[in-house]
């Protein structure tokens, strides 16, 4: 299958510091990737969809301006975390569907572990 | 549905038996599903998907079974093993959105 790979793997910041994250597909390219986030035993809620040459469409309830998005290219997305703060220590994990068809299995990356002190 | 900060519910079987892992969905437009399982720090992992034509589809050691009418979703895992151990997520994509929703997951725990 596809891979989709996340850098760091972990990243521990002090509280009003930005954090950026980096997302690639290593196989194929994706015009359209999506962020998530996951607390401690909590699922994964979608937080914004990032697509290739255009704005991302962020969730209801994500602030745009704090969780900067760049698709700068086929397979790569960047999600910023600026001015983090200890409630922003989260798990963020990022997904890139695979190409063709209605049904578009979709193949997550390895995660980011966020600790903000 | 929209899974909103609810914590895990947990499944214990033992080592060799059955598990049967349920999924509750509220888009009854939803028209693709998928069953991941994500292990400790790590993303999740794909297990097997069925569209909404289907209501059974079955993979190695697993399979899924889908209800529209009531709109649930469940995974049966034969033979557990401990390497099952994991948290288990339903998922749904609506009319290729591409856009999935997440359910709330269930911890399966396995007993020697």
């Known amino acids: 299958g596809a891979v989709v790979s996340q850098h760091p793997s972990r990243v521990i910041c002090k509280s009003g510091t930005s954090v950026k994250i980096e997302c690639r597909s290593l196989d194929f390219q994706a015009t359209t990737m999506f962020w998530y986030r996951q607390f401690p035993k909590q699922s994964l809620m979608l937080m914004a969809t990032s697509n290739e040459g255009s704005k991302a469409t962020y969730e209801q309830g994500v602030e745009k301006d704090k969780f900067l998005i760049n698709h700068a290219s086929l397979t790569l997305s960047t999600l910023t975390v600026t001015s983090a703060h200890p409630e922003d220590s989260s798990f963020y994990i990022c997904?890139?569907?695979?190409?063709?068809?209605?049904?578009?299995?979709?193949?997550f990356g390895p995660g980011t572990r966020l600790t903000v002190l | 549905g929209e899974s909103v900060g609810l914590h895990l519910p947990t499944l214990s079987v033992q080592e060799g038996d059955n598990s049967i892992i349920n999924c509750a969905y509220s888009n009854s437009a939803s028209d693709y599903f998928i069953w991941y399982k994500q292990e400790s720090g790590k993303g999740p992992q794909f297990i097997i998907d069925?569209?909404?034509?289907?209501d059974k589809r079955q993979g190695q050691r697993v399979t899924v079974l889908l209800n529209k009418t009531v709109k649930h979703l469940s995974l049966q895992i034969a033979a557990t093993q401990p390497g099952d151990s994991a948290v288990y997520f339903c998922a749904e994509n609506n009319k290729g959105a591409q856009k999935l929703v997440f359910g709330q997951g269930t911890r399966l725990t396995i007993n020697p």
């Open positions: 997904s890139a569907p695979a190409s063709g068809g209605v049904y578009n299995e979709q193949f």
């Open positions: 069925i569209r909404s034509n289907m």
